[in-house]
Protein backbone atom coordinates (compact mmCIF):
# COMPACT_ATOMS: atom_id res chain seq x y z
CA UNK A 1 0.00 0.00 0.00
CA UNK A 2 1.26 3.35 -1.05
CA UNK A 3 1.47 6.22 1.91
CA UNK A 4 0.20 9.53 0.25
CA UNK A 5 2.22 12.30 -1.50
CA UNK A 6 2.70 13.95 1.93
CA UNK A 7 4.75 10.91 3.39
CA UNK A 8 6.55 10.77 -0.02
CA UNK A 9 7.49 14.34 0.23
CA UNK A 10 9.22 14.02 3.92
CA UNK A 11 13.14 14.36 3.91
CA UNK A 12 14.75 10.73 3.64
CA UNK A 13 15.71 10.88 6.85
CA UNK A 14 12.74 11.43 8.54
CA UNK A 15 11.05 8.75 6.41
CA UNK A 16 13.85 6.32 7.24
CA UNK A 17 13.35 6.91 10.91
CA UNK A 18 9.44 6.19 11.09
CA UNK A 19 9.81 3.26 8.70
CA UNK A 20 12.71 1.68 11.04
CA UNK A 21 10.78 2.96 14.30
CA UNK A 22 7.46 0.96 12.65
CA UNK A 23 9.41 -2.12 11.30
CA UNK A 24 10.87 -2.39 14.97
CA UNK A 25 7.51 -2.29 16.91
CA UNK A 26 5.77 -4.89 14.54
CA UNK A 27 8.70 -7.22 14.41
CA UNK A 28 8.86 -6.84 17.87
CA UNK A 29 5.18 -7.20 18.80
CA UNK A 30 3.27 -8.42 16.13
CA UNK A 31 0.34 -6.29 14.22
CA UNK A 32 -1.88 -6.94 16.98
CA UNK A 33 0.24 -5.73 19.70
CA UNK A 34 1.99 -3.08 17.99
CA UNK A 35 1.43 0.46 19.58
CA UNK A 36 1.18 3.35 17.12
CA UNK A 37 1.54 5.66 20.00
CA UNK A 38 5.15 4.07 20.67
CA UNK A 39 5.96 4.52 16.97
CA UNK A 40 5.34 8.50 17.21
CA UNK A 41 7.21 8.64 20.63
CA UNK A 42 10.05 7.47 19.55
CA UNK A 43 10.04 9.17 15.93
CA UNK A 44 9.04 12.73 18.21
CA UNK A 45 6.10 13.14 15.74
CA UNK A 46 2.43 13.82 16.19
CA UNK A 47 0.23 10.73 16.38
CA UNK A 48 -2.14 12.58 13.58
CA UNK A 49 1.05 12.08 11.50
CA UNK A 50 0.74 8.67 11.01
CA UNK A 51 -2.71 8.82 10.01
CA UNK A 52 -2.35 11.51 7.37
CA UNK A 53 0.63 9.37 6.02
CA UNK A 54 -0.79 5.88 5.89
CA UNK A 55 -4.64 6.41 6.98
CA UNK A 56 -4.87 3.95 9.69
CA UNK A 57 -2.41 1.32 11.67
CA UNK A 58 -3.36 -1.76 8.71
CA UNK A 59 -1.96 0.89 6.05
CA UNK A 60 1.03 1.60 7.52
CA UNK A 61 2.17 -2.22 8.16
CA UNK A 62 1.40 -2.71 4.84
CA UNK A 63 3.70 -0.18 3.59
CA UNK A 64 6.00 -1.29 5.74
CA UNK A 65 5.71 -4.98 4.90
CA UNK A 66 5.74 -4.02 1.14
CA UNK A 67 9.26 -1.92 1.78
CA UNK A 68 10.56 -5.11 3.05
CA UNK A 69 9.88 -7.12 0.42
CA UNK A 70 11.39 -4.41 -1.89
CA UNK A 71 14.80 -5.12 -0.15
CA UNK A 72 14.74 -8.86 -0.31
CA UNK A 73 13.43 -8.60 -4.33
CA UNK A 74 16.38 -6.51 -4.47
CA UNK A 75 19.09 -8.74 -3.38
CA UNK A 76 18.08 -11.67 -5.41
CA UNK A 77 18.12 -9.46 -8.72
CA UNK A 78 21.63 -8.82 -7.45
CA UNK A 79 22.29 -12.46 -6.87
CA UNK A 80 20.58 -13.78 -10.27
CA UNK A 81 22.18 -11.10 -12.71
CA UNK A 82 25.81 -11.65 -10.50
CA UNK A 83 26.04 -15.49 -11.19
CA UNK A 84 24.36 -15.36 -14.67
CA UNK A 85 27.35 -17.32 -16.58
CA UNK A 86 27.39 -19.44 -13.58
CA UNK A 87 26.42 -23.22 -13.08
CA UNK A 88 23.46 -24.00 -11.39
CA UNK A 89 24.97 -25.03 -8.01
CA UNK A 90 26.73 -21.73 -7.24
CA UNK A 91 23.91 -19.34 -8.16
CA UNK A 92 22.09 -22.13 -5.73
CA UNK A 93 24.80 -21.39 -2.99
CA UNK A 94 25.00 -17.49 -3.84
CA UNK A 95 21.25 -17.53 -3.11
CA UNK A 96 21.23 -19.17 -0.14
CA UNK A 97 24.30 -17.04 0.90
CA UNK A 98 22.24 -13.67 -0.05
CA UNK A 99 19.49 -15.01 2.45
CA UNK A 100 21.99 -15.47 4.86
CA UNK A 101 23.49 -11.86 4.51
CA UNK A 102 20.25 -10.46 4.41
CA UNK A 103 18.75 -11.52 7.35
CA UNK A 104 22.38 -10.65 9.17
CA UNK A 105 22.00 -7.30 7.63
CA UNK A 106 18.30 -6.92 8.07
CA UNK A 107 17.40 -8.80 11.04
CA UNK A 108 14.37 -6.69 12.05
CA UNK A 109 12.60 -7.53 8.26
CA UNK A 110 13.35 -11.04 8.86
CA UNK A 111 11.81 -10.80 12.60
CA UNK A 112 9.17 -8.94 10.82
CA UNK A 113 8.55 -11.80 8.82
CA UNK A 114 8.61 -14.63 11.31
CA UNK A 115 5.83 -12.83 12.40
CA UNK A 116 3.62 -12.52 9.91
CA UNK A 117 4.06 -16.11 8.96
CA UNK A 118 2.93 -16.80 12.59
CA UNK A 119 0.24 -14.21 13.58
CA UNK A 120 -3.29 -15.08 12.32
CA UNK A 121 -4.91 -11.41 13.14
CA UNK A 122 -2.65 -9.78 10.23
CA UNK A 123 -4.47 -8.09 7.72
CA UNK A 124 -4.05 -9.16 4.00
CA UNK A 125 -1.70 -11.72 5.44
CA UNK A 126 -2.34 -14.36 3.47
CA UNK A 127 -2.09 -12.26 0.27
CA UNK A 128 1.01 -11.29 1.28
CA UNK A 129 2.43 -14.45 2.09
CA UNK A 130 1.02 -15.56 -1.27
CA UNK A 131 3.02 -12.99 -2.87
CA UNK A 132 6.48 -13.89 -1.30
CA UNK A 133 6.24 -17.31 -2.00
CA UNK A 134 5.25 -16.70 -6.02
CA UNK A 135 7.90 -14.72 -5.87
CA UNK A 136 10.64 -17.18 -4.46
CA UNK A 137 9.19 -20.23 -6.93
CA UNK A 138 9.11 -17.86 -9.96
CA UNK A 139 12.77 -16.70 -8.87
CA UNK A 140 13.85 -20.50 -8.38
CA UNK A 141 12.13 -21.46 -11.59
CA UNK A 142 13.86 -19.46 -14.06
CA UNK A 143 17.23 -20.60 -12.51
CA UNK A 144 16.11 -24.16 -13.21
CA UNK A 145 14.98 -23.37 -16.80
CA UNK A 146 18.10 -21.86 -17.93
CA UNK A 147 20.10 -24.93 -16.61
CA UNK A 148 17.92 -27.21 -18.11
CA UNK A 149 18.01 -25.11 -21.23
CA UNK A 150 22.37 -25.17 -20.74
CA UNK A 151 22.11 -29.20 -19.96
CA UNK A 152 22.37 -29.17 -16.39
CA UNK A 153 19.32 -30.74 -15.60
CA UNK A 154 17.80 -34.46 -16.37
CA UNK A 155 15.46 -34.32 -18.74
CA UNK A 156 12.58 -35.86 -16.32
CA UNK A 157 13.18 -33.16 -13.76
CA UNK A 158 10.10 -31.66 -12.61
CA UNK A 159 11.15 -27.75 -12.44
CA UNK A 160 8.06 -27.04 -10.19
CA UNK A 161 8.28 -29.67 -7.57
CA UNK A 162 12.29 -29.08 -7.65
CA UNK A 163 11.70 -24.92 -7.27
CA UNK A 164 9.16 -26.16 -3.90
CA UNK A 165 11.15 -28.33 -2.90
CA UNK A 166 14.58 -25.70 -3.26
CA UNK A 167 12.58 -23.20 -1.63
CA UNK A 168 11.13 -24.71 1.13
CA UNK A 169 14.34 -26.42 2.08
CA UNK A 170 16.25 -23.00 2.10
CA UNK A 171 13.12 -21.32 4.09
CA UNK A 172 13.68 -23.76 6.43
CA UNK A 173 17.53 -23.44 6.47
CA UNK A 174 17.06 -19.57 7.15
CA UNK A 175 14.74 -20.04 10.05
CA UNK A 176 17.16 -22.53 11.69
CA UNK A 177 20.36 -20.00 11.44
CA UNK A 178 18.26 -17.68 13.57
CA UNK A 179 15.87 -19.37 15.84
CA UNK A 180 17.14 -22.53 18.13
CA UNK A 181 13.90 -23.80 17.82
CA UNK A 182 13.82 -24.37 14.51
CA UNK A 183 17.02 -26.40 14.70
CA UNK A 184 16.19 -29.60 15.75
CA UNK A 185 19.90 -29.57 17.17
CA UNK A 186 21.20 -29.65 13.71
CA UNK A 187 24.17 -27.18 14.80
CA UNK A 188 22.76 -24.90 12.22
CA UNK A 189 21.86 -22.08 14.72
CA UNK A 190 24.10 -19.32 14.91
CA UNK A 191 26.72 -21.30 12.59
CA UNK A 192 28.60 -18.50 10.96
CA UNK A 193 32.31 -18.06 9.29
CA UNK A 194 33.61 -21.78 7.50
CA UNK A 195 30.89 -23.84 9.24
CA UNK A 196 27.90 -21.83 7.90
CA UNK A 197 29.76 -21.82 4.37
CA UNK A 198 30.08 -25.59 4.67
CA UNK A 199 26.59 -26.27 5.38
CA UNK A 200 25.34 -24.17 2.45
CA UNK A 201 27.31 -26.12 -0.21
CA UNK A 202 26.23 -29.17 1.37
CA UNK A 203 22.41 -28.75 1.34
CA UNK A 204 22.95 -26.81 -2.23
CA UNK A 205 24.86 -30.34 -3.30
CA UNK A 206 21.81 -32.94 -1.61
CA UNK A 207 19.31 -31.10 -3.15
CA UNK A 208 20.95 -31.39 -6.66
CA UNK A 209 22.28 -34.57 -5.93
CA UNK A 210 18.83 -36.26 -4.62
CA UNK A 211 19.65 -38.85 -1.75
CA UNK A 212 18.99 -42.44 -4.36
CA UNK A 213 22.07 -44.27 -5.99
Not at 124 to 146: K, M, Q
Amino acid sequence: MAPNATFLNLPEEKKRRIEGAAADEFSDKGYTSASINAIVSRVGIAKGSIFQYFGDKKGLFLFIFGESVKKVKAYLKEVREATTDAPLAMRLEETLRAGVHFTQRHPIIYRLYMRTLAEKEIPFRAEILTSIRRYSLEYLNDLLETARDRGELRDDVDLEAASFIIDATMDRFLAALTLPHMDGDRGIYKADGEDLDRRIKTLCHTLLAGVTP
